[in-house]
Structures are given as structure tokens and as C-alpha cells.
């Protein structure tokens, strides 16, 4: 996995199939080369471990995915395989949940007799709104462009946790959201000069931490940033609930940034043997 990810030319087959372990998809790569090698791990590694109905169902609809013109549903696809395959690594039992008008969680993991929730999302946007005033935030020509940038997607961020909480309230379970930002700046097409965004890693955590207070029904907020400059902290504070992976930028197979920050106000908190796997994940 590429930190720009490539774009490749793959087409699904569906096909039934008389056995319950047979495949339930099978997908040809119409270049020379095969498969990026990435996503073949992914999908045999996902294939061998998740053998149920529902979760060889979701995966073929993940695949035709891959292809699909719209990039943001391309990356949360990608987002999906490769989160639910980091979990299995760690020793978890995953399932793919069906898709439903009613707007369920992606995942199911288990460990044990227990279980929890999650939902992925990409955040990939486009030049045109990514030039729309973002409402409460000033403008660059007031703050100065880095930190405005650093402000509007810490905005954006928090945007899309308050609409996927909507989506997960209903959940007795712990429930965590996940959140891929392949593109820092949010700019939807590959084209054009890419920008650097610096950000406050231990602003945007308490930020978010003060945010999921009011979201008692969410556990806890994976963010995997991509592309981004950690600003140096200005706060000495470290804030018990957050956990902080930096990478240099030269590791392009892992996202530069990835923060777990778990709700201290969850009503369904996650166990001690769940917190270390995902933590195993970052």
C-alpha cells in the first residue's frame, strides 16, 4: 500500500459455487504484472479467515468497489480491507456485517466471548469544496494559510464524527469509528501541486476528546492521517486517552499519523484485552 495509491484497471467476477468453502468471488487483474501485491495479501488473508456468507458477500462488493470513478468510495473500500485485515493479524475474529438501509457498523470483531463494533470511513474531497468557506473557522488571509489549514480539517474531522455517531447510536456494544484521510487537504482528483498541512496532534486529540464527551455511544476514534506535518506540540500535557503513532515520511506503506483516542465518557468503554489489540494495530 502506497501512500498514493496507484490507480489499477481490475475487474470482479461473482460466481456461485456448490461448497461453503469454495471462494465466493474471484477477481483478474488485467495487467501484466498481476495484482498490486498490497491488496492480494489483503484479500487472502480476509478470504482464509472470514468465511461466512455475509462477510464473502461484503467483500465482493468491496472489490467491484475498487474500481469504482468515485474516489472517495475507492478509498473507503481500501480503508475497509486493510483495517479489517490488521485486526485479524492481531488475533481477532472479524466479520463483515450486511449492508442495510438502516446504515450499520462495517465490522465485527470478537475476541473471546466479547465484541465490539466498527465503522470505516475515508474522507476524500474535491478542489471545489475544498474552496468553500468552512462555517466558525476565519479565513487564510486572517490566521495565516498553515494554521488555517490545520483548523479547517480538524473542523472536518469533527464533522464527520458527529455524522457517523448518528449513524452508530443505537449500539449497546462498544462501538469505534475509524477515519482514513489519504489527502490531508482534502483535494478530491491526483492532479495539481500537492500541499503539506501542519497540524497539532495534541490539539486535534483534545479536541476530539472533548467532542466524543457528548457521544457517550461511541467508544473511542481511529484517525489515520496520511500526509501530514505534526506540528511540535505547544502543551506539555499528555492526555491519558490518546495514544500517538508518528512516522517519518519516508515510510510510505503506513499512514504518517495515527491517533487512538478513546471516549472518557463512553457508556460502553472498551475492555483492557480489546484496547491492546487495537493499539497493536497503530
Not at 501512500?3 to 481490475?10: A, D, E, I, L, Q
Not at 503513532?245 to 480489546?274: D, G, M
Request: aromatic share 4%.
Amino acid at each position: 500500500m502506497a501512500r498514493w495509491r496507484p490507480r489499477r484497471t481490475m475487474r470482479v467476477h461473482s460466481r456461485r459455487h456448490g461448497s461453503p468453502g469454495a471462494p465466493a468471488v474471484a477477481w483478474k487483474h488485467h495487467l501484466q504484472q498481476g495484482l498490486p501485491r498490497h491488496l492480494n495479501d489483503h484479500w487472502s488473508l480476509l478470504h482464509r479467515h472470514c468465511a461466512d456468507h455475509s462477510s464473502r458477500l461484503r467483500l465482493g462488493r468491496l472489490l467491484h468497489r475498487l474500481v469504482h470513478h468515485d474516489l472517495g468510495v475507492q478509498e473507503s473500500a481500501l480503508a475497509e480491507l486493510e483495517l479489517a485485515s490488521q485486526l485479524i493479524r492481531v488475533g481477532l475474529g472479524v466479520t463483515f456485517l450486511p449492508e442495510s438501509q438502516a446504515r450499520t457498523a462495517d465490522l465485527e470483531c470478537r475476541l473471546g466471548s466479547e465484541r465490539f463494533f466498527v465503522e470505516v470511513t475515508a474522507m476524500v474531497g474535491s478542489a471545489e469544496r475544498r474552496r468553500l468557506p468552512v462555517r466558525g473557522i476565519m479565513t487564510g488571509e486572517e490566521l495565516g494559510e498553515e494554521a488555517d489549514r490545520g483548523a479547517i480539517l480538524t473542523h472536518r474531522i469533527l464533522a464527520r464524527i458527529k455524522q457517523k455517531a448518528k449513524q452508530l447510536a443505537d449500539y449497546c456494544d462498544p462501538v469505534i469509528l475509524s477515519i482514513s484521510i489519504p489527502r490531508a487537504d482534502l483535494l478530491g482528483g491526483r492532479q495539481g501541486r500537492r500541499e503539506q498541512i501542519q497540524i497539532d496532534l495534541k490539539a486535534l486529540a483534545g479536541s476530539v476528546t472533548v467532542d466524543l464527551t457528548s457521544r457517550r455511544h461511541l467508544s473511542a476514534v481511529l484517525i489515520s492521517l496520511w500526509d501530514v506535518e505534526p506540528l511540535p506540540s505547544r502543551a506539555a500535557l499528555r492526555l491519558a486517552n490518546v495514544e500517538i503513532i508518528e512516522r517519518t515520511k519516508h515510510q510510505h506503506t503506513q499512514p504518517r499519523v495515527r491517533l487512538f483516542i478513546q471516549n472518557p465518557s463512553a457508556s460502553a468503554p472498551l475492555s483492557e484485552s480489546y484496547d491492546a489489540s487495537i493499539r497493536q494495530t497503530l
